[in-house]
C-alpha cells in the first residue's frame, strides 16, 4: 500500500507541473501577442507624427519662400517708389 501513495503522490505533482507549465506557456503566449499589438501601435502613432512633421515642414519652407519674396529689394523698391519714398542705400544698417 505505500508503493501505491508514492506514486499518487508523484501523479498528483506531475499534474500539477503539467498544469503549471501550461500556464506559463499561455501567459507568455498572451503576453507576447500584446507587446506585439502595443509596439504596432505605437508604430502607427510615429508613422502618424512623422507625416504630421513632413507636412509642418513643408508649411514652413513656403512660409519662407513667402517671406523672401515679401522682402525682396524690387518689392521694396516698388512700394517705396508708391509712396513717395526714396531709397537711401547709406541709410540701411545691418545688425547680425
Same mark, same amino acid.
Given at each position: +500500500?505505500?508503493?501505491?501513495?508514492?506514486? *499518487? %503522490?508523484?501523479? &498528483? %505533482?506531475?499534474?500539477? $507541473?503539467?498544469?503549471?507549465?501550461? @500556464?506559463? =506557456? %499561455?501567459?507568455? =503566449? @498572451?503576453? =507576447? @501577442? %500584446?507587446?506585439?499589438?502595443? #509596439?504596432?501601435?505605437? &508604430?502607427?502613432?510615429? *508613422? /502618424?507624427?512623422?507625416?504630421? @512633421?513632413? !507636412?509642418?515642414? !513643408?508649411? !514652413?519652407?513656403?512660409?519662407? +519662400? /513667402?517671406?523672401?519674396? +515679401?522682402?525682396? #529689394?524690387?518689392?521694396?523698391?516698388? =512700394?517705396?517708389?508708391?509712396?513717395? #519714398?526714396?531709397?537711401?542705400?547709406?541709410?540701411?544698417? $545691418?545688425? !547680425?
Amino acid at each position: +500500500m505505500k508503493k501505491s501513495k508514492k506514486k *499518487q %503522490f508523484l501523479c &498528483n %505533482f506531475e499534474r500539477a $507541473t503539467y498544469k503549471l507549465c501550461i @500556464v506559463i =506557456i %499561455f501567459l507568455l =503566449i @498572451v503576453g =507576447i @501577442v %500584446f507587446g506585439k499589438t502595443k #509596439l504596432a501601435q505605437i &508604430n502607427l502613432e510615429v *508613422q /502618424k507624427l512623422t507625416k504630421e @512633421v513632413d !507636412n509642418k515642414k !513643408n508649411v !514652413n519652407e513656403s512660409l519662407e +519662400m /513667402k517671406i523672401d519674396e +515679401m522682402t525682396s #529689394l524690387d518689392r521694396i523698391k516698388k =512700394i517705396s517708389e508708391e509712396y513717395g #519714398l526714396a531709397y537711401n542705400n547709406e541709410n540701411i544698417k $545691418t545688425i !547680425n
